[in-house]
T-cell receptor, first 110, second 113 residues
Framework: DGGITQSPKYLFRKEGQNVTLSCEQN?????MYWYRQDPGQGLRLIYY???????QKGDIAEGYSVSREKKESFPLTVTSAQKNPTAFYLC?????????FGEGSRLTVL | RKEVEQDPGPFNVPEGATVAFNCTYS??????FFWYRQDCRKEPKLLMS???SGNEDGRFTAQLNRASQYISLLIRDSKLSDSATYLC??????????????FGKGTTLSVSS
């Protein structure tokens, strides 16, 4: 089945550690997105990519980094510079219509 | 005006009721709009796309008012299963794959028996 796979589903991290969230899609979509959701809030755009080897900062990119070396993959690194990293992270892809989401990764910083 | 703004609710309605949500947007260049549904602790899923004046799918109707820059979502004959958060999505410019897509904070609907 085609879809988006995010891993890990749950992740705990100590303060000061970097962590990388994986996002893989087999939908052959060019565009991919990373969003962050805090409790009771909507989704806020972190980074997005229109095509391989290209990506743009979203509204809350500080403390995050991404790469887009392959069409299928768009990993997100949460660095120690991100002051409040505990959140629900959602990856999505699209061919220009519907956004398809992964099941999300819940990051908790201890 | 905020880029995308929704009434957070919650909207508490009985089964069978009709309920409407509004979403206002600031960028007059936006052409396409979307309503997503999100269940608690789950990923959002597309409910409806709105490309022109409106769209209808069964009990759900979305309408676009470009002059006043808002999109509405009407749910008729509410079911218990409609309880969820409804997210309004607006592209930051003319929509194509790779355009920044901005989500509202969502409107929470609770349908009771």
């Amino acid at each position: 089945d085609g879809g988006i796979t995010q891993s890990p589903k749950y992740l705990f991290r100590k303060e000061g550690q970097n962590v990388t969230l994986s996002c893989e899609q087999n939908l052959n979509h060019d565009a991919m997105y990373w969003y962050r959701q805090d409790p009771g809030q909507g989704l806020r755009l972190i980074y997005y990519s229109q095509i391989v080897n290209d990506f743009q900062k979203g509204d809350i990119a500080e403390g995050y980094s991404v790469s887009r070396e392959k069409k299928e993959s768009f990993p997100l690194t949460v660095t120690s510079a991100q002051k409040n990293p505990t959140a629900f992270y959602l990856c999505a892809s699209t061919a220009g219509g519907e956004l398809f989401f992964g099941e999300g990764s819940r990051l908790t910083v201890l | 005006r905020k880029e995308v703004e929704q009434d957070p609710g919650p909207f508490n309605v009985p089964e069978g009721a009709t309920v409407a949500f509004n979403c206002t947007y600031s960028n007059s260049a936006s052409q396409s709009f979307f309503w997503y549904r999100q269940d608690c602790r789950k990923e959002p899923k597309l409910l409806m796309s709105v490309y022109s004046s409106g769209n209808e799918d069964g009990r759900f109707t979305a309408q676009l008012n470009r002059a006043s820059q808002y999109i509405s979502l009407l749910i008729r004959d509410s079911k218990l299963s409609d309880s969820a958060t409804y997210l309004c999505v607006v592209p930051r410019r003319a929509y194509q794959a790779g355009t920044a897509l901005i989500f509202g904070k969502g409107t929470t609907l609770s349908v009771s028996s």
